[in-house]
């Protein structure tokens, strides 16, 4: 048998804490002041076998948010009503958040059947029908216990190992990930965290993180249900020893994982639905308790598309939270009312960062999509919704916190129906869906042709431009790039891109100008003119001379120079020589020797020199160069 988790809950003096010390003989109140008041305020814990494992929670109004806590990796359910009292605010609030928690299986108990009559237990058990119809536990067996004496003790410990053989084993996204419910020192060892594994396999040995805070710690031991182990798997009750860590730098709330799959954040959308019996709506911008795994934390709920959700109604909600939270895809929440504190609704995690770059009706739409329960679904939808145009596997991986290895074969198969296209690139694979990629295409071919026609007599757009007014990142352009050239529709020129119909159009008078201006920066040799000393020698507009310039560069007849001069480069090659022929005697090149080398004067010398530097034929050392690559 798989583990399963059990967990109680019930009104306040109900008897969960005597059943499960009758089921398993272990007392969960371990606080002095839970055995000194007969009350339990804290979750504890007990075991019924190797796969069967308990959390009591408590059942005081006060203390919902531990109960929320000890329930909130369960895999099944003991709803216990006490016979002489009958169904209480607590039952019904604890079975509402059971419900929300996505809870699908379970018993209800009814306790302290020796202290009423029979008739008054069947009026008991007629209302507890009613309050569970509609809800996972409408068709579930009520047993008639009594702690003390027994009393369906044996009959319901039989029930509960049979319907934990037939729980569905819940999909473990094998990412290890353990919400720590109990932090405390055992002398001799150290720090040691307790919590119900969600995912994946934690080792011994392993280093992992602690979150927040990014903590780093190693496992020094493992107990699992309360024995030695060299593993604990998902829905296993686990202790870990912790090293490298103090027990003061740790808390309830805390979560252990794998180092960079989990990150904190401040905002987060889910989808909510707010219970039927609810006595108000949620509203827009109210501050809530927001209670996941074994977390409180405040924030305020941001409704997309409406003001309020009402009572029985869904919706999509992003909150913001007062304090750091460490959340994954699809975790289930619990929403309470800040003051007072009761429970308003819950919703399923289904993005852990804000989302700027959607419309909000289109936001509300992708959004939506990952509700779904069907990986490959969910591959499709996250692609659209990161803001990025392509992804790894490794993004998949954090988005949806599935081990990549699990991803791979749903993603080989949308790739080859077509869904999602491939590329590679430095050797990594990324993958986008079909129609982001078509569309992300037309726009890159819309602005290359829309710069042509503001700027005709350019050979193409730089490519530093287009990243820039893209806002895609480099690796995404250059795909895109050298995919739309493959196919004819883009020409790769380097620096600058361009339609392969595109062709610069001068009229005659442009062209002579562009040949007089080669035919004077030509002549000026090393000293190489400026854009003003062009703008004075041809009486133009700097403007004008500045598109040829752009020309003559593409063209490859002049080279930019720092300094805005602009120098022929039909004498590059004797520059180099030059250099190379000073080195072929020298260790270094001063700035004296080089303009005696080219016979021009510092204003020119020391641009020459820097462009120089840039081609690798030389490398500056304080005020000398030496020889690079030359």
Known sequence: MQPVIWGTAGHIDHGKTALIQALTGTNTDRLEEEKRRGLTIDIGFAF??????????????????????????????????????????????????????????????????????????????????????????????????????????????????????????????????????????????????????????????????????????????????????????????????????????????????????????REFYASVRVLPGAEKPLVRDQRVRIHFGTTEILGKCLILGHNTIQPGESGIVRFVTEEQAVLAFQDRIIIRFYSPMYTIGGGLVLHTQKITHLPKTQLVQMLTQLKSSELSELVVAVTGITGKILLTLNDYSQQLFYRQEQLEPVIARL???????????????????????EENQKHLLKRVEKYHLNHPKEPGIPRSQLLQELHWDETALNLFIRELSAENSLSDQGPVIKLPTHEITLTDAEGLLMQDMTEYIQRQGFEPPSISDLTAHFSREEKVLRELLKVLQYQKVVERLPGDLYFYTGHLDNLKRLIAAHFADHEELTVGEFKELVGASRKYTIPLLEYADQQGWTRRVGEVRIKNRI
């Open 48 to 265: 019924l076998s190797r796969e069967i494992s308990f959390i009591d929670v408590p059942g005081h109004e006060r203390f919902v948010k531990n109960m929320v806590t000890g329930v909130s990796t369960i895999d099944a359910a003991l709803l216990v009503v006490a016979a002489d009292d009958g169904v209480m605010p607590q039952t019904r609030e604890h079975l509402d958040i059971l419900t929300l928690l996505g809870i699908q299986a379970g018993v209800i108990v009814l306790t302290k059947v020796d202290l009423v009559d029979p008739e008054w237990i069947d009026l008991v058990e007629d209302t507890i029908r009613e309050t569970v119809r509609g809800t996972f536990l409408e068709d579930s067996e009520i047993f008639r216990t009594s702690a003390p004496a027994g009393q369906g003790i044996e009959q319901l410990r039989e029930q509960i190992t049979a319907i934990s053989g037939t729980i569905p084993r819940r999909v473990d996204r094998g990412i290890p990930r353990m919400p720590v419910d109990r932090v405390f020192t055992v002398k001799g060892f150290g720090t040691v965290v307790t919590g119900s594994v969600l995912s994946g396999v934690f080792h011994e040995g392993d280093n992992v993180r602690i979150l927040p805070g990014d903590l780093p710690a190693k496992i020094r031991g493992i107990q699992r249900h309360n024995q030695p182990e060299k593993t604990a798997s998902m829905s296993d009750r686990a202790a870990l020893n912790l090293s490298n860590i103090e027990v003061g730098e740790i808390s309830r709330g805390a979560q252990l994982t794998v180092p960079g799959m989990l990150d904190v954040t």
């Open 415 to 437: 790739v080859n129906d077509g869904k999602l296209r491939s590329f590679t690139a430095e050797g990594l694979t990324y993958y986008t869906r079909r129609d982001i990629f």
